[in-house]
């Protein structure tokens, strides 16, 4: 099959097959910050933004993206670099492969709410897990990329 | 009296008097903002091109034989490029436990074999050119099996008449109680006193049982690794592991060739936590590369992690405290017995740390004893998680202490502080089955437990909330605590290595085994190197866990990163500069005794004549010399972290639900050698401790199949799950640690459950002694009492 | 593997295919495709059919196949008729991402046991409609079985203004729910749901029978209640709890919705 998708603000002909999700095909295409870190929709690694909107890309059929607009890492390196150093300086960059998935939906958050409370924000990466950090710096930098108190 | 400044330009000064500028600061890890910004350095990202997908066909039985495997239709189908059964593969036992040799681990696993252990045990394996083609070939491959019955209950393993490995097949380098006909994998006996004289002529004794369950360690990235042939023939090894070096002998073993043909490189890896302390993928892609030249990779699936990996030990402990009225415990009787499951990689290991380190907790008891089992099931092989059984022990020994301290009438606090261990005092030694230890008495020359406990109390407001607050008629909340420890790498055992080159533009490559599993040990290995030569912390480049480039290392794992290897690196960093004093004291014509190197420049005394380390450098480089300076590091003892976890928690007494309000936590890990990368480190094991205790639970049914066998069914907590999280440290000095260094990485899961236990306790009066305590079995409790 | 995907044009053509292709598929928002290792032959996706929308008529707030779980969450239309009720059903399930993907329809459809949002809307008066079976009760819709393949086109919600609660437990947050229930009132009276039972949410008639004949509810009328519940009701036990404990529950978390309501 082939579709034509704008990933990261480039229209892109992308060439898969039905049963392929955008984790797998993206990767493919060299967008590598996407991956699976579990087979069930239940941890968030593989977030990216479908129209701004944070989404598993391990169950987005590819065939499904024609006409949307994707954004991985790669797209954001800015904002990324930003985020980046905000978790670096509470030390919660661990083993770093949430990270991308975590960088994605913050942007989403962001997207949809400039001004959330932390309940707000609780909610909106509950599905974002971390083995490694405990969660407890990652909202000081989320707090801190929002410009919350 | 030993003391702590902070100076408005961050030198510190730390216990023990030395000015510290690069050690003791939060430093962003080295890897960070390429790790955050999605570079691809994972496995998956550097497997080679046209690499073969291998993939394993796994048993759907959990003990049986096979009587016959027929791969030739999946031989047929286009793609599929060979496939292994049992038939195909060297026939030589060996251990997949990251330990160092002589392991005291059983040889029982084979590449593949006959005979299948566990659901999710290997059968076969396939190499094809793509995903599709594997899935299809392993569909095509026949099995018949001769099914047997599985032991299942931990319980009723030893002597049931399923005898799960044959004793002529397997061995073990060190005697560790093995009886394969009774499915008795190790036994552990140490003792120090006579405990039932002591029990007999104590005014108080409590006996209470308790359970731990199984848990996975859920790292985000899965088992893989890659493996080609180079250009001289030698197997390379890409690994998502923690063991670099221990891969290459096991491989070496397991497939007959030389450890030198074999290269093992780790590059970043998606954590850990004690699981990729067990070789497991690297078989399957060695074996295919091996066999057919070709570059080959394996991804594990989540289902295949849990049921093919290596989740804790689950054990049941009996606790007998034998104590006075006012508080003195004065023996302690532990029992134990732990599932090992199919294979005994760790079964030893986990159990003795299980007794010997909770036990000494308590050093001024005038008997101790631990004794116990391990027994093979036919469960997924447990493997090394976080704690490494000190968790499963330190739960069941705090969990009694508590029941002491209410038994008594006597606070938990001053019931730990009447009995604890302290700074200066002798660790317990214990006798071996028997036999009198006559190694030196172990003094513990670093212990805050007394500051941990009095600032946690604080944190958590203990006197204000102790024991409980009714929060209305369904709610109550209730604050318990516990004290934990950990050690420090494997005293006499655990050995790590350094090398440290100048460059020519006057930086510093550093060369280590360790291994980075995200915890960010490249970055603290750094810092003690950079403090070392006392140089900036941007003049060191590390470069880690390649066996062809970095010496050697046993790998990340018994918290021994920083202590072991990082005295390794100040030693070998302290060679470094005498190095360059020499080479500078040449080079402006003086002898060594008369230079001295501040960091930037190596200067005569009392002269205004100096040169630059950049300068010495490139003198040395074109043409005199080239720089190295090596050493090693092994730790002749293992100074524990200690660690006092408060909770506080709030119980649904109609639905028996528990929430973790806030957690308290007070470290004694010695100098904190990069104070953010520590406090993360115990946020994040605190809430891997939430999980083990409130929900995380391997279970399986009736025929042995893992029900929790992906992240939908089994739950790791959210950031909703945890409450608040509070850590601080203590100030504290290790002498023999590097810069006064011990260690964090296990510590830190250690207290949660029995703090946890207790605070359900005070809050709603009863108590759940098996794991985890789900609000199903703390409502039965509540209507039992009510009963 | 999936052979074949289509987006067809309009709901007919998507039903054709659906009968036409045996080993076909309609999907939502293919959560549970990607939790499924069945070969398909076709999958159906209506994403272009405009199914995604929460829209009010006179009598009704209808919701299209297509609306995401995030969309109905969000929702001040139906905030505004029936309270936090169906905010509150999502609100706990997995986490945003998810939520931006899974639909309503996806849910429905298959009549999952462990569903939160088919409980909350059981105790609405909610009609889906198919297109072949046309329209009916989802109280009825859970107990037929429909014959044939169908497609479920929106779901229409009677605008009533009601006062809800919807109350659920999990061991720890984003896991599936051990119990859920939904207790309302409106003009027509109570309506008490419960689900995953760990089947699918069934309504308890006695129950809200007896809430209806007392004229003034207190907490221990709202115990009877949650009584008369368990009893009505089966329930069954797996990994995640046992028979006994999900009675219980549902006795603590109908009392406490019908004390919500109340209030």
């Known amino acids: 099959m082939k579709a034509i998708v704008n990933i990261n603000n480039q229209d892109r002909e992308l060439i898969f097959e039905p049963h392929e999700y955008l984790l797998d095909v993206l990767r493919r295409y060299g967008f590598l910050s996407v ?32 006409g949307h607009k994707i954004t991985t890492v790669e797209g954001v390196e800015e904002e990324a670099r930003k985020i980046a150093k905000l978790l670096m300086d509470e030390g919660v960059d661990q083993c770093g492969y949430c ?37 407890v710096g990652q909202l000081t930098a989320i707090k801190k990329y929002l410009g919350v108190k | 009296m030993l003391w702590v400044c902070w100076t408005a330009n961050c030198n510190k000064e730390i216990l023990g008097g030395e000015m510290m500028k690069v050690v003791n600061q939060s430093i962003p890890k080295v890897d960070g903002l390429g790790l955050v910004m999605g570079k691809p350095t994972y496995t998956e990202d550097i497997i080679p091109r046209n690499a073969l997908v291998v993939k394993v066909l796994r048993s759907p039985h959990a003990f049986a034989r096979i009587k016959s495997i027929d791969a030739s239709e999946a031989l047929k189908l286009p793609g599929v490029e060979c496939v292994f059964t049992y038939k195909d593969v060297p026939k030589v036992p060996f251990t997949r436990a990251g330990q160092a040799y002589p392991e005291p681990s059983m040889y029982d696993k084979f590449i593949l074999d006959e005979y299948v252990r566990h659901i999710g045990d290997d059968v076969a394996i396939v190499a094809a050119v793509d995903e599709v083609s594997a899935e299809k070939a392993l569909k095509l491959i026949k099995v018949e099996y001769e099914v047997f019955e599985p032991v299942l209950d931990f319980e009723k393993a030893e002597g049931h008449k399923s005898v799960i490995h044959s004793g002529d097949k397997i061995e073990c380098k060190v005697d560790v109680g093995l009886e394969a006909d009774k499915n008795i994998a190790a036994k552990v006996d140490i003792a120090m006193g006579d405990v039932d004289k002591v029990l007999d002529d104590c005014e108080v004794v409590i006996r209470r049982r308790y359970y731990t369950q199984a848990t996975h360690q859920t790292m985000l990235e899965s088992f893989r690794s890659a493996a080609y042939i180079d250009e001289r023939g030698r197997l390379v090894i890409i690994d998502s592991t923690q063991i670099p070096f221990h891969v290459r002998r096991f491989l070496a073993r397991a497939f007959q060739i030389p450890a030198n043909k074999i290269r093992v490189i780790k590059p970043r890896i998606g954590g850990g936590f004690g699981a990729k302390q067990t070789a497991n993928s690297e078989f399957y892609t060695a074996l295919v590369t091996l066999k057919t030249g070709k570059p080959s990779r394996i991804i594990y699936s989540t289902e295949e992690v849990f049921e093919a990996g290596s989740p804790r030990h689950a054990m049941r402990f009996d606790v007998t405290i034998g104590a006075d009225r006012n508080g003195r415990i004065r023996a302690i009787d532990l029992e134990g017995l732990s599932d090992t499951g199919a294979y005994g990689e760790h079964a030893y290991s986990v159990f003795l740390q299980a007794g010997m380190k909770s036990l000494n907790l308590y050093n001024k008891v005038e008997a101790a004893r631990f004794k116990g089992k391990v027994v093979y099931t036919n469960h997924t092989p447990s493997g090394a998680f976080r704690g490494y059984g000190a968790t499963q022990g330190i739960y069941a020994v705090e969990s009694a202490v508590n029941e002491l301290a209410h038994e008594l009438n006597i606070s938990p606090i001053d019931i730990r502080k009447m009995n604890m261990i302290r700074q200066g005092e002798a660790a317990i030694k214990f006798n071996f089955n028997g036999i009198k230890n006559t190694a030196p008495t172990e003094i513990v020359e670093s212990c805050a437990l007394d500051y941990c406990i009095d600032r946690g109390k604080e944190l958590i ?28 790498g494997i005293a006499n055992v655990d050995m790590g290595s350094a090398t440290i080159n100048l460059c020519d533009d006057g930086s510093f490559t550093l060369l280590v085994g360790a291994t980075d599993l995200g915890t960010g040990s490249d970055t603290i290995l750094s810092q003690i190197c950079a403090e070392g030569l006392g140089v900036s912390f941007d003049k060191i480049n590390i470069i880690s866990s390649d066996t062809d480039i970095t010496p050697f290392d046993g790998g990340a794992y018994a918290s021994s990163t920083t202590y072991v290897t ?52 490139i003198k040395l480089m074109y043409s005199q010399k080239q720089l190295v300076a ?3 590091y092994v730790c002749h003892k293992s100074p524990p972290p200690y660690m006092a976890g408060f909770a506080e928690v709030e119980v649904d007494l109609e639905t028996g639900k528990v929430d973790v309000i806030n957690f308290a936590a007070v470290l004694d890990v010695g100098t904190v050698i990069n104070p953010n990368l520590a406090r993360t480190q115990a946020e994040g094991g605190i809430v891997q401790g939430i999980g083990m205790a409130l929900f995380e639970d391997v279970k399986i049914d009736s025929r042995g ?31 023999t640690g590097p810069f006064g260094a011990k260690s964090i990485g296990e510590v830190v899961v250690n207290t949660c459950s029995p703090a946890i236990q207790d605070a359900i306790y005070n809050a709603a009066g009863i108590r759940v002694r098996d794991l985890p305590m789900t609000p199903e079995k703390i409502l039965r409790e509540l209507k039992s009492k009510t009963r | 593997m999936i052979n074949d995907y289509i987006r067809p044009k309009s709901i007919r053509e998507a039903y054709e295919f659906l009968t036409n292709r045996e080993n076909s598929q309609v999907i939502g928002g293919g959560a549970f495709l990607r939790l499924s290792s069945k070969d398909i032959d076709l999958i159906i996706d209506l994403c272009d059919l405009d199914l995604n929308f929460i829209k009010e008529t006179d009598t009704a707030v209808e919701i299209g196949a297509m609306t995401t779980f995030r969309e109905i969450e969000k929702s001040d239309i139906l905030k505004k008729y029936f309270g936090n009720l169906i905010s509150d059903s999502v609100k706990e399930i997995v986490g945003v991402q998810f939520k931006n993907y899974v639909t309503v329809g996806g849910s429905i459809y298959p009549k999952y046991g462990f569903s939160d949002l088919i409980t909350a809307l059981l105790a609405l008066e909610c009609k889906v409609v198919l297109y072949k079976s046309g329209e009916m009760r989802l109280e009825d819709y859970l107990k037929e079985k429909i014959d044939g393949k169908d497609i479920l086109i929106k779901i229409v919600l009677a605008k009533e203004s009601t006062l809800s609660s919807y109350k659920s437990l999990r061991k720890s947050n984003g896991d599936f729910s051990i119990l859920n229930v939904a207790v309302t009132k409106s003009k027509n009276g109570y309506k008490v749901a419960v689900g995953a039972r760990p089947e699918v949410a069934m309504l308890a008639y006695e129950a809200a029978e007896f809430l209806n004949s007392n004229s003034f509810v207190d907490e221990d009328i709202a115990l009877k209640a949650a009584e008369i519940c368990c009893e009505s009701l089966s329930f069954g036990s797996n990994y995640l709890a046992s028979s006994e404990y999900r009675k219980e529950l549902c006795r603590v978390l109908v009392k406490r919705a019908i004390m919500e309501v109340v209030k």
């Not at chain 1, 958050?109 to 932390?118: I, Q, R, T, V, W």
């Open chain 2, 461 to 488: 407001g203990w006197d204000e909330k102790y024991p409980r607050k009714v929060i209305d008629k369904n709610r109550v909340r209730g604050i318990g605590m516990a004290i934990g420890r950990q050690g420090s």
């Open chain 2, 630 to 632: 090596s050493d090693s």
């Open chain 1, 35 to 66: 991956r699976r870190g579990c087979d069930t929709t239940s941890c968030s690694v593989c977030t990216i933004l479908v129209d701004g909107k944070p989404v598993h890309s391990c169950s987005y059929l590819a065939a499904r993206a024609e």
């Open chain 1, 99 to 135: 990270s991308p998935g975590f960088v994605m939906t913050l942007i989403g958050l962001k997207n949809e709410n400039e001004n959330p409370s932390d309940e707000e924000i609780l909610d909106y990466f509950m599905g974002n897990l971390c083995r490694c950090s405990g969660y």
């Open chain 2, 566 to 617: 990082g005295n390794a690196v100040k030693k070998a960093a302290e060679k470094m500069r005498r190095l360059i004093e020499e080479e500078g004291a040449r080079n402006l014509g003086t002898d060594v005794d008369k230079v001295e190197f501040d960091g930037k420049f190596i200067k005569v005394k009392g002269y205004d004549k100096a040169i630059s380390l950049e300068e010495l450098a």
């Open chain 2, 705 to 735: 199949k893992m029900i929790t066998n992906n992240l939908m069914n089994y739950k790791i907590p959210t950031r909703k799950d945890i409450g608040n999280i509070i850590v601080e440290f203590a100030e504290s000095y290790e002498p």
